[in-house]
């Protein structure tokens, strides 16, 4: 006899059997028994959690000759044949490759006649949301008035692609995610009958693995079983097999990020890649580790949201102490951007060199987190009483700055048009109004700005520090400002940015040819 995979050999047969979804396993139940069945179900939820196997027992317990508490049998013919899937009363139909019209229209002849044994005809239709919209169209009807003997019940797993007409018709059940606990009390309990020596440690592992799907952890424990088939399935074995890293290692690699040990990370990550460990996974463990620590140090009571044993706990409090939150949140940035690009890398390595270069040398980026990364280990090292040498940047603008006090020589006055001059006013009048209203990176970047004309319906923002100036520089930041501008004053004024020249001054003032004239009591003669 052909082995029978683990997924499909422990499908449940009954609602008994069915793991973590209590909710709807009692309401489909009292439906059933009070006989009040509906004509048209929509099961939604992630992969792996139960919708076609509860699709299945419901069309069963429907049918059932004699069923208990809402439950099928499982005993009569009906039951059996259901189950052997040679019940011509349930059809399962695969929308990802029967989506067109000609497939809903047969369904719609076939409703016409009752069933030949039972009291319903069920149809599941699996990925519904892969049905055209000629399908979806012509299913409507039939959805919405179908015969007293007819019920559907239509599975997906993106619900957001389901026309509003159809979900109207259906009831909808929304499937969770099963827990970890809830999935190592299965997998626990089937391997005692498959007699099978396992550590907790390693369905654990498994069950994180799964992220909520039961059948997926089935299928991860079918591996790892089968890879060191007749040895007890140990938590070293689970991690080999699966490609995954020890949390050692994360504990290792995050103090090496935390004290800006640059080669020892890369060190470590080569580590991996002579082990054969999968770079994709660890990116998402590491991120994971990174959730646990930012965790512990948010919450008061991390409880069970930590998933972990109390000496892990321990451990991830004492790394706890090398990072503040901001820091932890742009770490788990960097790592997410990373997941997300190696989907579709070929240099994995390279990628995730790069990030952690990133994590180690804060100054590398431009963002205010990094900012505030870069301004917490300057006051950490004042703390520590470790002095700073100033930059030669720093040195020549104190040095300009003196200069410019000592020579006091009156601010320069220039002549705006009229229509430059009021856009000019307007702005440098609700400047800091602006700034403080669009908040985030602005507000901190642009505090000490200067707004000054630059043409026609322009302005140029200046700045005084380079690092701020990377920020408002950016397309989407002047981008923000502008629609701000226009959509609160009704002005449409470009904005341009530059950063300031070290002997600059920006105290000019500017002021319409009237008042220009007045001041200087003479006539002022345009030439050509």
Request: proline letters at 3%; hydrophobic letters at 40%.
């Amino acid at each position: 006899m052909s082995y029978t995979a683990l997924y499909r050999k422990w499908r449940p047969s009954s609602f008994s059997d069915v793991k973590g979804q209590d909710h709807i396993v009692q309401t489909l139940k009292n439906q059933i028994v009070s006989g009040r069945i509906g004509h048209a179900y929509l099961f939604c939820g992630t992969r792996g959690t139960g919708k076609t196997s509860i699709a299945k027992i419901f069309a069963k317990a429907v049918n059932c000759e004699q069923p208990i508490n809402g439950s099928p049998c499982g005993e009569c013919r009906t039951c059996k044949n259901i189950a052997a899937g040679a019940s011509l009363n349930v059809v399962e139909i695969d929308a990802a490759s029967n989506n067109g019209v000609e497939n809903i229209r047969e369904i719609r002849e076939e409703v016409q006649y009752p069933p030949t044994e039972g009291k319903y005809r069920v149809y599941i239709i699996d990925e519904v949301h892969m049905l055209s919209t000629g399908a979806f169209n012509a299913l409507l009807k039939t959805l919405e008035e179908p015969p007293s003997y007819v019920i559907f019940i239509l599975a997906t797993t993106e619900v957001q692609k389901i026309p509003v007409t159809v979900l109207s018709r259906c009831q909808r059940y929304d499937f969770k995610r099963i827990t970890v606990e809830t999935i190592v009390k299965h997998l626990k309990g089937l391997l005692e009958t498959e007699q099978t020596q396992v550590e907790e440690r390693a369905l654990t592992y498994i069950a994180r693995a799964a992220d909520g799907a039961l059948r997926d952890a089935l299928s991860l424990l079918d591996q790892c079983i089968a890879f060191h088939y007749g040895e007890p399935l140990t938590y070293d074995l689970v991690l080999d097999v699966l490609g995954a890293v020890d949390i050692t290692v994360f504990g290792n690699m995050f103090r090496a990020v935390a004290e800006n040990r640059t080669r020892d990370c890369i060190l470590a990550l080569e580590e991996m890649v002579i082990q054969g460990r999968e770079l994709g996974q660890f990116v998402i463990d590491f991120i994971w580790y990174l959730r646990n620590l930012l965790l512990l140090k948010s919450v008061d009571d991390p409880g069970n949201l930590l998933d972990m044993s109390a000496e892990n706990q321990n451990i991830l409090k004492e790394d706890g102490r090398l990072a503040d939150q901001e820091t932890l949140l742009r770490y788990i940035r960097v790592f997410s951007d990373l997941s997300n690009q190696l989907r579709y890398a070929s240099q994995k390595r390279v990628l995730i060199e790069v990030a952690l270069i990133k994590l180690t040398r804060p100054q590398m980026e431009q963002n205010l987190d990094s900012i505030l990364q870069r301004i917490s280990v300057m006051e950490k090292m004042l703390e520590e009483g470790v002095v700073m040498a100033p930059s030669p940047e720093a040195e020549s603008s104190k040095d300009t700055a003196a200069s410019s006090a000592r020579e006091m020589t009156p601010a320069e006055r220039i002549s705006l048009p009229k229509g430059q001059l009021e856009d000019l006013n307007l702005i440098r009048s609700e400047w800091n109004k602006i700034i403080r209203e669009l908040g985030g990176p602005i507000r901190a970047s642009f505090r000490d700005t200067v707004v000054e004309p630059a043409g026609e319906s322009c302005l140029c923002v200046v700045f005084s520090d380079q690092s701020n100036y990377m920020i408002g520089s950016r397309e989407s930041t002047i981008s923000e400002i502008q629609s701000y501008v226009e959509n609160h004053y009704q002005k449409s004024i470009t904005f341009k940015v530059r950063l300031r020249n070290g002997e600059e001054r920006l105290d000019t003032i500017y002021v319409s040819d009237e008042e220009l004239k007045a001041n200087i009591l003479m006539d002022i003669t345009i030439e050509d």
